[in-house]
């Protein structure tokens, strides 16, 4: 016979089994499919490119704690989640980023679109993309000053003053297309960089969006972890490929159009690694490719019609916003539930209304 006095059971909501995979497995999952970018962005920008960042993360970390601590919420240093978008938000300026400057992006990435809406979960846009919206709309001249590279153009780590600095590819191009418009121009400008160059990272840019190589590695990582799903990068991508291919500007080969635009500025590194976001990107499988899908018009509205030459960052931030209408419309069917039950009370729940309007 069981002796029940001496039985211990717990009681709590479902569910009841736990799996070994949490925020903190995941979140140093993602940190670890950053590495191969971060040290792309060391190689072509120099030391500071690592320096940006290490001052990035420790503010995040710094300005989550401290808020929760103001607040006396429990300290949730410990998911890694801060630290993911410390990176993440590092990856999206440019090396010569006064420090003093990614510290307020860290603030408003942290404390107003994270914390004030309740925390890691809670957010209804990506914190990292949040920062860098707010410091564009702040700080423009220094957000748009890339450093041209190789080790001769390194910034200094105290001061990047003295960097020697350039258009970035997109930027480039995107002159180019508004000189020759009109022109009998058929080519790429002679300041673009190569796709050669902008797949395996040789160009201008923010620090973590430079090398498609190095991001495709960390999102198959990302993939094999089990981190990710295909379907929004893959639609997000796609969308983007299909558009350039299908009309190519300025006269320019519709291959060398789509290539371009698919390894210059941040489509890979928003693609993989800020549009797979749990928080702010749908969870049904309809609305993870509308999302995607979205994302990538978006990108291409920006960059074709648009002033500035990159749009993913925006795409992305337009598309959190519309992330619970993609869940309903992608909202599956219940198990066993038949279309003539479906239609059955959809027909009655219509009748109870006319009758209580009656």
Same mark, same amino acid.
């Given at each position: 016979?069981?002796?029940t006095?001496?039985?211990k059971?717990t009681v709590? /909501?479902?569910? !009841?089994?736990?799996?070994?995979?949490?925020?903190?497995r *995941?979140?140093?999952?993602?940190?670890?499919?950053l @590495?191969?970018?971060? @040290?792309?962005? #060391?190689?072509?920008?120099? &030391?500071?490119?690592?320096?940006?960042?290490?001052?990035s993360v +420790?503010?995040?970390?710094?300005?989550?704690?401290?808020?929760?601590?103001l607040?006396?919420?429990?300290?949730?240093?410990?998911?890694? /989640?801060?630290?993911?978008?410390?990176?993440?938000?590092?990856?999206?300026? &440019?090396?010569?980023?006064?420090?003093?400057?990614?510290? @307020?992006?860290?603030?408003? +990435?942290?404390?107003? #679109?994270?914390? *004030?809406?309740?925390?890691?979960?809670?957010n209804?846009?990506?914190? +990292?993309?949040?920062?860098?919206?707010?410091?564009?709309?702040?700080?423009?001249?220094?957000?748009?000053?890339?450093?041209?590279?190789? /080790? =001769?153009?390194?910034?200094?780590?105290? /001061?990047?003053?003295?960097?020697?600095?350039?258009?970035?590819?997109?930027?480039?191009?995107?002159? !180019?297309?508004?000189?020759?418009?009109?022109?009998?121009? !058929?080519?790429?400008?002679?300041?673009?960089?190569?796709?050669?160059?902008?797949?395996?990272?040789?160009?201008?840019?923010?620090?973590?969006?430079?090398?498609?190589?190095? *991001?495709?590695?960390?999102?198959?990582?990302l993939?094999?972890?089990?981190? %990710?799903?295909?379907? @929004?990068?893959?639609?997000?991508?796609?969308?983007?490929?299909?558009?350039?291919?299908?009309? &190519?500007?300025?006269?320019?080969?519709?291959?060398?159009w789509m290539?371009?635009?698919?390894? +210059?500025?941040?489509?890979?590194? $928003?693609?993989?690694?800020?549009?797979?976001?749990?928080?702010?990107?749908?969870v049904?499988?309809?609305? =993870?490719?509308?999302?995607?899908?979205?994302? $990538?018009?978006?990108?291409?509205?920006?960059?074709?019609?648009?002033?500035?030459?990159?749009?993913?960052?925006?795409? %992305? *931030?337009?598309?959190?916003?519309?992330?619970?209408?993609l869940?309903?419309?992608?909202?599956?069917?219940?198990?066993?539930?038949?279309?003539?039950?479906?239609?059955?009370?959809?027909?009655?729940?219509?009748?109870a209304? =006319?009758?209580?309007?009656?």
């Amino acid at each position: 016979m069981i002796d029940t006095k001496n039985l211990k059971l717990t009681v709590a /909501s479902s569910p !009841h089994v736990c799996s070994p995979i949490n925020t903190t497995r *995941l979140m140093l999952d993602v940190l670890v499919a950053l @590495i191969p970018a971060l @040290i792309m962005a #060391v190689y072509v920008f120099g &030391p500071r490119a690592l320096t940006v960042t290490a001052v990035s993360v +420790a503010g995040c970390e710094f300005f989550e704690w401290g808020y929760r601590k103001l607040l006396k919420k429990p300290t949730a240093n410990g998911d890694l /989640s801060a630290a993911v978008t410390g990176v993440l938000l590092a990856f999206v300026c &440019p090396v010569t980023l006064p420090y003093w400057t990614i510290l @307020i992006g860290d603030f408003f +990435a942290i404390v107003v #679109v994270k914390q *004030l809406f309740g925390g890691l979960g809670m957010n209804f846009m990506n914190p +990292a993309l949040g920062g860098r919206a707010f410091l564009m709309m702040c700080y423009p001249i220094v957000m748009t000053t890339w450093v041209l590279p190789g /080790s =001769e153009n390194w910034a200094n780590v105290v /001061s990047a003053a003295d960097a020697v600095t350039g258009a970035t590819p997109l930027a480039s191009l995107h002159s !180019h297309l508004d000189v020759t418009l009109n022109a009998n121009v !058929h080519t790429l400008p002679e300041t673009a960089n190569g796709v050669l160059d902008l797949f395996v990272g040789n160009v201008g840019g923010c620090i973590g969006e430079i090398s498609a190589l190095m *991001l495709l590695v960390g999102g198959i990582y990302l993939v094999w972890r089990g981190v %990710i799903r295909l379907r @929004i990068p893959v639609a997000f991508i796609g969308t983007v490929a299909v558009i350039c291919f299908l009309f &190519p500007q300025g006269g320019i080969d519709r291959v060398d159009w789509m290539l371009y635009n698919l390894c +210059a500025g941040g489509l890979m590194l $928003g693609a993989i690694f800020m549009a797979t976001d749990y928080v702010t990107s749908p969870v049904t499988k309809t609305g =993870e490719i509308l999302f995607g899908i979205g994302c $990538g018009l978006l990108t291409i509205f920006i960059r074709y019609f648009g002033g500035y030459p990159e749009g993913v960052s925006y795409a %992305i *931030l337009i598309m959190n916003i519309c992330v619970w209408l993609l869940d309903k419309a992608g909202k599956p069917a219940r198990y066993g539930v038949t279309k003539e039950m479906r239609e059955k009370a959809k027909a009655e729940k219509k009748a109870a209304k =006319e009758g209580k309007a009656a």
